[in-house]
């Protein structure tokens, strides 16, 4: 499809106008694979402006698939890159493989294991944790190799700017197609994550969008949306609506034919802290309706 401009306009707003059934999410995405080019050049920003006489086009695929580029293998575990620049690097997590090491100061973490991988070209690079996974969580991470890319992430996250997605296989049947759940956590001294009130001077707002995608009478397959990103958020919503991830026992799952937790990140957008060009990675979840 091919158009030329005859406003000024920003490209967003042009995609709104032309693509009126299309969410916005779905527009963004466009931009962010690299569907949209113009006058031949492909243009991720959001707010770029419009000329008149440029000429627009929407791809039906981008040119340039991100395709995992290595793997970084050690132990039990091998975390596939997904993407890398001077700025970020874009990770995959297995299951069962802590993010960052704790207060135990564990050595085999996903953290040590992507700054070892960093320093092999050189010695004084250094990779940033920017948000974290459960250790029971697989999917896609995100990590910074300068601190001021850190903390302009860091910052999208606090701003609830990040658009995240994760699939869960749960166990039951759902009986609405979709629902938000709001809950109000808190962390005791011991790590326990708990249900509070809005109140509490320690709760933290929790709130989890969740879409049914399959179903049978014993297991449901979602897709979820957090604003927020609490620790256990996820579990603990599910808990509460009588759903619990299968393989979750501490929050009331009963069965575990996968020896593990069913929760996979399996999207992430943000804008990239050099260009704030949009960018959005997947991760494809490994759950089969049981």
Avoid at 21 to 34: A, F, H, Y
Avoid at 70 to 77: A, D, G, L, Q, W
Avoid at 168 to 183: C, F, H, P, S, Y
Wanted: hydrophobic share 35%; charged share 30%; net charge positive.
């Amino acid at each position: 499809m091919k158009k030329i401009i005859v406003k000024e306009i920003e490209l967003l707003q042009f995609l709104k106008q032309n693509f009126p059934k299309t969410s916005t999410n779905k527009l963004r995405k466009m931009l962010s694979i690299g569907r949209i080019e113009i006058n031949g050049k492909t243009i991720h920003q959001a707010k770029y402006l419009l000329s008149v006489d440029d000429t627009f086009e929407l791809l039906d695929k981008p040119k340039k698939e991100i395709e995992p580029q290595t793997e970084i293998k050690f132990s039990n575990y091998s975390i596939n890159i997904i993407y890398e620049d001077d700025y970020i690097l874009i990770v995959e997590k297995p299951a069962k493989l802590l993010s960052v090491a704790t207060d135990k100061l564990e050595i085999k973490t996903l953290h040590s294991k992507c700054v070892d991988y960093v320093k092999q070209n050189n010695a004084k690079a250094w990779a940033y944790i920017v948000h974290r996974l459960d250790k029971e969580t697989s999917g896609i991470m995100l990590l910074a190799k300068d601190k001021k890319s850190k903390e302009y992430l860091q910052e999208q996250f606090a701003q609830r700017s990040v658009y995240r997605t994760y699939h869960a296989m749960v166990e039951g049947e759902l009986t609405d197609d979709k629902g938000t759940i709001e809950q109000f956590l808190v962390e005791d001294k011991q790590l326990n994550i708990k249900f509070t009130t809005k109140s509490n001077k320690y709760a933290k707002q929790a709130i989890t969008h969740w879409e049914l995608l399959q179903s049978t009478d014993k297991t449901s397959l979602l897709r979820l949306m957090i604003e927020t990103g609490r620790r256990h958020q996820i579990r603990m919503a599910l808990k509460s609506i009588g759903h619990p991830i299968i393989g979750d026992s501490l929050h009331g799952a009963q069965t575990n034919p996968l020896s593990r937790i069913c929760l996979h990140a399996t999207s992430l957008e943000f804008l990239h802290p050099h260009s704030d060009e949009p960018m959005r990675f997947e991760s494809p979840h490994p759950f089969n309706i049981l």
